[in-house]
C-alpha cells in the first residue's frame, strides 16, 4: 500500500485509505502480507491510494501488478480547488497519465466509469469496489453517550439536531447548508470539518466569513479527529449533505452503520450506489420539507432508519471484503500470466 492520504485532515480519501488498510490486514491476512510507504520491497501487488509524483515513479515497475484508487476526476479537482489554469492543465494532464500508467484501476462508484473511459483508459482496466466501513468503530453508543457529546458542544438534550461532515468548501454545499438552517431555526445544524486545503479551498473567503459568524443555530465545530466522529453522529439526528458533487463519501456508510436517515441532493451518482433508501431533494425548499418531515412525522424517521439499515447491512465488511480479495487475486493471475507471455516471446525471438 503506498498513500499521503494521512497527511491532510480532515478528508474523506484519509478515511477511505485506513478502512481499506485495515480491512485487508484483517481479513486477508491468509494472503497477503501488507507493508505501509516500503521502498525497499519488491511486493507482487502495489496499490496505489494517492496519485504522489513518487508513486508514479514507482508504478513504472512493470514486474509488480499496480493498482491505483480513482478518488475523483480532474472536474472535480477544479471544483474544489483554485488552481490556476495553466498549473491545472499540468496538473489533468499529469492525473490521466498516472490512472492509464496503472494496470487496473479502481472507482468507489460505478458513475466514473463513463467519465474515465471519455479520458482514454479502457473500460476492461476500470473495477468497481466501494468503501467500507467499520461497524466496530461506527455504533450508536446509547442515550447516555447521546447527552454528553451534545452538552461538549452546547446543544440541549431535546434538540433535533442535523449534522453533516466534510471540507469547508463551495462543491459541498455549505451556503445551501447555511440557507436552510435559516429556514429551520428550531432545527439545530452542526457541520464537521474545516479548510483542509486553506486559502486555496474554492469559495475561501466568502465561506470563511460565513464560518466565523454564523447563524444561532448554527454550528462549525471544525475538524475533529475521525475517532470521535462516533459521538457526533450519536448527537444527531440526520445525516443532511446538500452537495453539488460526490463520489462515495464515507460520512454517509459512517452514518447508516448509526441507522441514522439520509437528507441528500438529487444527484445521479447515488443512485446506483443508494438505490433509493434514502430522502432527496433538488433545492433547498425540497431540504426544508425533507428535514421538517422526519422531525414531525415518527413513522417516516423510522421508515428512513429502516432504510439506512438496510445500506448499512448491503456495504457489509463481508460483502466488501469478498470482493478485494477476489479483485487482487484476478489481477496477481493476470499479470502472471502476461510476464510469462513476454518471457516466451524473448525466447523465441
Not at 474554492?202 to 475517532?227: A, M, T
Not at 444527484?267 to 422531525?295: T, W
Not at 484476478?330 to 518471457?343: F, M, P, R, V, W
Request: with cysteine.
Amino acid at each position: 500500500m503506498y498513500s499521503s492520504a494521512d497527511k491532510v485532515e480532515g478528508q474523506g480519501v484519509g478515511s477511505a485509505y485506513e478502512e481499506q488498510v485495515s480491512l485487508i490486514k484483517e481479513g486477508a491476512s491468509d494472503l497477503f502480507d501488507v507493508t505501509i510507504n516500503d521502498w525497499t520491497s519488491k511486493p507482487d501487488i502495489q496499490h496505489f491510494h494517492t496519485i504522489d509524483p513518487t508513486f508514479y515513479v514507482k508504478m513504472l515497475d512493470k514486474k509488480a501488478v499496480n493498482i491505483a484508487y480513482c478518488h475523483f476526476l480532474p472536474e472535480t479537482v477544479d471544483e474544489s480547488l483554485k488552481i490556476p489554469s495553466p498549473f491545472f492543465k499540468v496538473f489533468s494532464n499529469y492525473l490521466i497519465t498516472f490512472y492509464k500508467t496503472a494496470d487496473r484501476l479502481v472507482v468507489v462508484n460505478p458513475c466514473f466509469i463513463d467519465e474515465l473511459v471519455k479520458l482514454g483508459i479502457p473500460k476492461e482496466n476500470i473495477y468497481y469496489i466501494p468503501n467500507y466501513v467499520s461497524k466496530e468503530k461506527f455504533y450508536s453508543k446509547g442515550q447516555e453517550a447521546r447527552d454528553a457529546y451534545r452538552e461538549k458542544l452546547g446543544i440541549d438534550k431535546e434538540a433535533f439536531v442535523v449534522m453533516s461532515a466534510g471540507q469547508v468548501q463551495t462543491r459541498k454545499g455549505v451556503l445551501d447548508f447555511v440557507e436552510v438552517a435559516k429556514k429551520l431555526p428550531e432545527f439545530t445544524f452542526v457541520w464537521a470539518g474545516g479548510f483542509s486545503f486553506g486559502v486555496m479551498t474554492e469559495g475561501y473567503e466568502e465561506l470563511s466569513k460565513i464560518q466565523k459568524n454564523p447563524p444561532k443555530n448554527v454550528k462549525f465545530i471544525g475538524i475533529i479527529p475521525r475517532e470521535e466522529m462516533v459521538d457526533l453522529y450519536n448527537a444527531s439526528d440526520v445525516l443532511f449533505m446538500p452537495s453539488y458533487n460526490e463520489l462515495f463519501p464515507m460520512t454517509i456508510l459512517e452514518a447508516v452503520n448509526l441507522r441514522i436517515p439520509l437528507v441528500l441532493r438529487d444527484l445521479e451518482l447515488y443512485k446506483n450506489i443508494l438505490f433509493g433508501h434514502h430522502m432527496q431533494a433538488g433545492d433547498n425548499e425540497g431540504f426544508v420539507q425533507c428535514l421538517s418531515l422526519l422531525k414531525e412525522d415518527p413513522e417516516i424517521y423510522a421508515k428512513y432508519q429502516r432504510e439506512s439499515e438496510y445500506l448499512s447491512e448491503f456495504y457489509s465488511k463481508e460483502h466488501v471484503l469478498q470482493m478485494w480479495r477476489g479483485f487482487y487475486l484476478s489481477a496477481y493471475g493476470e499479470k502472471l500470466g502476461a510476464l510469462k507471455k513476454k518471457k516466451s516471446k524473448k525466447k523465441k525471438k
